[in-house]
């Protein structure tokens, strides 16, 4: 972890990741203001990623749907990740649990991911809460099949048959052998859920199933947009989607880089003096 | 070998009631939601009509029934090969998904065809150039194309390609007036070109990165490094290992990988606007056309099952195949 510190594409990414959620959480204006004289800008100095139809600042706008993206996904994310820890650790209580739990995982990635999140949004009643609910709901099972992986991995390890057979109780075993090694896994694992998440949010929201199309989110403005496509207004979808994209591309590198580094971290070090 | 036929026996066993559950529980998502489907059915306008007539259609429509019971309804008419009702398209929903299905399926065919040939060739050149620039510029465009939203490219692509060069139709798989089978073959993949390329370079990075580990892989075996040992040209060793290696598990990722192609197909054909079964089952969802939206489901379902039951006995004929040899 403390190499990844050092090094400078890393911290870079990391710096300009912050910058853009930043800037998106403290913006100050809405983008709500009408200026019917200057609809229709593209970008400018003015406006940086100019002006809709009815005259809005379309930087204001974006900033403020990004916000509204970020907040509502990781209010998904946050669930959908404990949702996963909690699913692979009721599958270490009993082999009918793991098979349950192996099931459910199964039946949830065998269908197509998206009308899965159609289904789901339109059983919990759209809007805010059923996007939440849906993204939460369709998101874990791949979270926990790498997490019941690992889990594994660590119950068949020397020094967890030892503690086994030291007696330590199960409790115990769980707090101080399993957590350890699984609880890095699964804030990262939650991490690189967050993009996809960010993606399929603004997916359903853009076919017309998750968010109020009139509050601005990022589904919603490109939906919006794609109205607009076919008239040459370029910087309706262009702008606020390269927003997304950088802010979505930060996230996984972010990520990714993450994983790497707990990958290479003390871990496999460790594993290989028990072996020995 | 009996232990290679039970595995695909027990494999196929828990496929098919995996398909029995997913049914199961798209149906009673579907029963579950909020919306009144009597207000669906009207359009919004559920207090246009009296409490006996509101009775009425309540019957006709079996809404007075309990879940359980119009579920075993629907599964009677499924036996029977009866889907039910389209109320969107006031038609039966066979014949909805009769006139959608084959032009989905075309879409999806060829942009599973484009993705597995693009996504491998790409990514056995990155896997024989390891490290240089090209190798890095495949990894960094696979990334890109994972975290890219689909229907923002495809809007690019629109309003590049359509808008602002010309060169391709804003929208629907055939010219004005005309069914997608009236038209000229040439018409036909004028129309096709934008919506298949979305889908292609969408789902295409899974392939590159995969086939690019395994390329790596067999070129760093021993029997490669042996046959280089020995004087052999890299494209004699590239046409006897590497590609013997790296293309059936390549075959085998793609089949197993089509759900998201299927899921993105839903995208690709609303925002082009062609008419396959994706965007029927989006405007079904919209209307709340629970009938139409469970038979696409169910085939959706199917496809999904057929791609993973082919994938599954693939690698295991694979694995075989190893293991004989």
């Given at each position: 972890m403390r190499d990844l510190l050092r090094q400078p594409s890393f911290m870079a990414a990391l710096a300009l990741l912050c910058g853009l959620v930043g800037l998106a959480l403290l913006w100050p204006w809405q983008g709500a203001e009408l200026d019917l004289l200057n609809k229709y800008q593209a970008p400018s100095l003015h406006h940086l990623f100019g002006t809709d139809w009815l005259g809005r600042d379309l930087f204001s706008r974006s900033q403020q749907a990004l916000a509204q993206s970020l907040y509502v996904g990781?209010?998904?994310?946050?669930?959908?990740?404990?949702?996963?820890?909690?699913?692979?650790?009721?599958?270490?209580?009993?082999?009918?649990?793991?098979?349950?739990?192996?099931?459910?995982?199964?039946l949830f990635m065998s269908l197509p991911h998206l009308l899965l999140l159609i289904l789901l949004s339109l059983a919990f009643g759209g809007a805010e809460f059923g996007l939440v609910v849906a993204v939460a709901l369709s998101h874990w099972p791949k979270l926990t099949r790498l997490l019941r992986f690992e889990m594994k991995q660590v119950q068949s390890a020397p020094y967890y048959q030892l503690a086994k057979q030291f007696g330590t109780s199960p409790w115990q075993r769980l707090r101080r052998h399993m957590l350890p090694h699984i609880l890095p896994q699964w804030w990262i694992g939650g991490l690189l859920l967050f993009p996809h998440a960010l993606t399929h949010m603004a997916a359903l929201t853009f076919l017309g199933f998750g968010l109020n199309p009139d509050s601005p989110s990022m589904g919603a403005l490109l939906a919006q947009a794609s109205q607009y496509a076919l008239t040459g207004h370029w910087w309706f979808a262009l702008c606020p989607g390269l927003l997304l994209l950088s802010c979505l591309l930060l996230l996984s590198y972010v990520a990714q880089r993450l994983l790497l580094g707990l990958r290479q971290g003390p871990q496999t070090h460790l594993e290989g003096v028990v072996k020995c | 070998m009996p232990t290679h036929?039970?595995?695909?026996?027990?494999?196929?066993?828990?496929l098919v009631l995996l398909l029995i559950?997913?049914?199961?529980?798209?149906?009673?998502?579907?029963?579950?939601?909020?919306?009144?489907?009597?207000?669906?059915?009207?359009?919004?306008n559920v207090f246009g009509i009296s409490e006996p007539q509101k009775a009425l259609l309540a019957q006709q429509l079996s809404l007075d029934q309990s879940?359980?019971?119009?579920?075993?309804?629907?599964?009677?008419?499924?036996?029977?090969?009866?889907?039910?009702?389209?109320?969107?398209?006031?038609?039966?929903?066979?014949?909805?998904?009769?006139?959608?299905?084959?032009?989905?399926?075309?879409?999806?065919?060829?942009?599973?065809?484009?993705?597995?040939?693009?996504?491998?060739?790409?990514?056995?050149?990155?896997?024989?150039?390891?490290d240089s620039w090209l190798d890095k510029a495949v990894q960094r465009f696979s990334w890109l194309m994972v975290c890219m939203p689909s229907f923002w490219l495809a809007m690019l692509f629109i309003s590049l390609f359509s808008i602002a060069l010309q060169l391709t139709p804003v929208c629907c798989a055939a010219p004005i007036?005309?069914?997608?089978?009236?038209?000229?073959?040439?018409?036909?993949?004028?129309?096709?070109?934008?919506?298949?390329?979305?889908?292609?370079?969408?789902?295409?990075a899974p392939i590159v990165l995969?086939?690019?580990?395994?390329?790596?892989?067999?070129?760093?075996?021993?029997?490669?490094?042996?046959?280089?040992?020995h004087g052999d040209s890299l494209l004699k060793v590239v046409r006897f290992h590497v590609i013997r290696n790296s293309l059936l598990p390549a075959i085998v990722l793609q089949f197993a990988t089509f759900a998201e192609l299927f899921g993105g197909s839903l995208i690709a054909e609303t925002v082009f606007s062609f008419p396959g079964l994706?965007?029927?089952?989006?405007?079904?969802?919209?209307?709340?056309?629970?009938?139409?939206?469970?038979?696409?489901?169910?085939i959706s379902a199917l496809m999904v099952f057929s791609g993973n039951l082919i994938a599954t006995v693939l690698s295991r004929y694979f694995i075989q195949e190893a293991g004989d040899a």
């Open positions: 990781g209010l998904a994310v946050l669930l959908s990740s404990v949702l996963s820890l909690m699913m692979a650790m009721l599958a270490m209580l009993h082999r009918a649990a793991a098979w349950m739990v192996d099931l459910l995982v199964d | 036929s039970y595995a695909i026996l027990s494999a196929g066993f828990r559950l997913v049914v199961l529980l798209a149906y009673l998502l579907l029963s579950w939601t909020p919306i009144d489907p009597l207000n669906a059915y009207l359009g919004g879940v359980g019971q119009r579920l075993l309804h629907w599964l009677s008419g499924l036996a029977r090969g009866d889907l039910g009702f389209s109320t969107l398209y006031q038609q039966p929903v066979s014949s909805v998904i009769a006139t959608h299905l084959p032009l989905s399926l075309l879409l999806i065919g060829l942009s599973w065809v484009g993705s597995l040939v693009l996504g491998y060739l790409l990514g056995l050149l990155a896997g024989i150039y390891q007036g005309m069914t997608f089978s009236e038209q000229s073959v040439l018409s036909m993949l004028h129309h096709l070109l934008l919506p298949v390329a979305t889908l292609t370079v969408v789902s295409m995969h086939t690019r580990e395994k390329v790596i892989d067999v070129l760093q075996s021993d029997y490669v490094q042996y046959s280089l040992a994706g965007a029927s089952m989006v405007k079904a969802g919209l209307a709340s056309d629970t009938d139409l939206l469970m038979g696409c489901t169910l």
